[in-house]
Each structure stands twice: as structure tokens, then as C-alpha cells.
């Protein structure tokens, strides 16, 4: 695992220990990240269930102008906090330790343009999220909340704000796209 393109491109990314992280591949990341283009430069983005720090890591080196990791594990934010010292990026992230749905009961200062989700498998968790993030205040007029499940995850859901607008599969990974809802409030109002 490595940052793939970028300021901090080649330097490899540490794994959290044990299994209770299931890390990006590189491929999916490199996926993401080409589908997503030159939008990530200089935006805000918010890393959920970050495990290593990989995705919100690569969006820093690719030239995001701030990143906001949340993980609840010891561990895991210990390999981000080292993940970020490695790449030099630390100084425009924000490492949070806590539960991402308690992190989500506080509305942010300003919204992100991009939100990344890569809860743990089948627990209804990536779901759980969509419905705490559908609301204006967490993503930016033009935005994407992307979501990264394993196909058989998936079941047919609707939200009042956000609404898929591409999904792509990777092997085992499948990468949702959702974007305010045409004629839904907005950020802005």
C-alpha cells in the first residue's frame, strides 16, 4: 500500500495492526482518484472509518487543501498520525478519534467536497452513514460522497438529499457516487 500519485507519490502507507482495518487497494484508489480528477485540488475532504489514512492521504497528496480523519481505534489512528508524518502531510489534516456517528451528530463549520466511506463489512454501516451525512450541511454544493462496500452489501436505499449518481465495481469492491439530489436543498439553502 502506497500513495500513488502527488507530493508524497511512492511513499508506502502502514498497515494498521491485526485485521480490524480492511485497507484501500491500490487499484480502487487509483480507480477513485481518476474518476475524481483535478476536483480534489485544493478541497476539503473528510475520510470516515479511515483506517491507515490511505484515501484522505492520497487526496492531501494530490493537492486537497485539508483533510479530516475519523477513526475510532487506537491503532488505527496511531498508523494515520504515522502515515501522515511519512508523507509530510500533517499539517493540513485533522486526525479525530471517535465514533463516526457521534462525530456526525455535530454539524461542520463548513461543508466538505468530498466525504469518503469505508466502513467495516456487513454491518449495515455504510447505510447507517449515507443517512446521518443526508443532510445539506456535510457536502458542498458539487460535491460527491463516495462509498466503498463489497457488492453484496448493497440494497436498494433512497435518501431525501443525496442520490447516487455513478457506481463502478472493482473485483470485490464496489464504489458508490452520490451527489445532492437534483431539487433538494442545498448547502446554500
Not at 34 to 52: E, K, P, Q, W
Not at 103 to 113: I, R, V
Not at 118 to 145: H, N, S
Request: no cysteine; hydrophobic share 45%.
Amino acid at each position: 500500500m502506497r500513495v500513488i500519485a502527488g507530493l508524497a507519490k511512492g511513499k508506502p502507507l502502514a498497515h494498521v495492526p491485526g485485521t480490524s482495518t480492511r485497507p484501500i487497494t491500490d487499484r480502487v484508489k487509483s480507480a477513485v482518484f481518476n474518476i475524481l480528477g483535478d476536483a480534489v485540488v485544493d478541497a476539503s475532504f473528510l475520510d470516515l472509518f479511515a483506517g491507515t489514512g490511505g484515501v484522505g492521504i492520497e487526496a492531501l497528496s494530490r493537492g486537497a487543501a485539508r483533510a479530516v480523519f475519523v477513526e475510532q481505534g487506537r491503532r488505527a489512528i496511531e498508523t494515520i498520525r504515522r502515515n501522515l508524518r511519512e508523507t509530510n502531510l500533517a499539517a493540513r489534516a485533522e486526525v479525530r478519534q471517535a465514533d463516526v456517528f457521534a462525530y456526525l451528530k455535530h454539524a461542520p463549520a463548513e461543508p466538505f467536497d468530498f466525504i469518503y466511506i469505508a466502513p467495516p463489512q456487513y454491518q449495515g454501516l455504510w447505510l447507517k452513514t449515507l443517512q446521518a451525512l443526508d443532510a445539506p450541511a456535510w457536502l458542498a454544493a458539487g460535491g460527491q460522497v463516495i462509498v466503498q462496500i463489497f457488492p453484496k452489501e448493497l440494497t436498494p436505499f433512497e435518501l431525501p438529499h443525496l442520490a447516487v449518481s455513478d457506481q463502478r465495481r472493482y473485483g470485490s469492491t464496489l464504489v458508490l457516487f452520490l451527489t445532492h439530489r437534483a431539487g433538494a436543498p442545498g448547502p446554500e439553502g
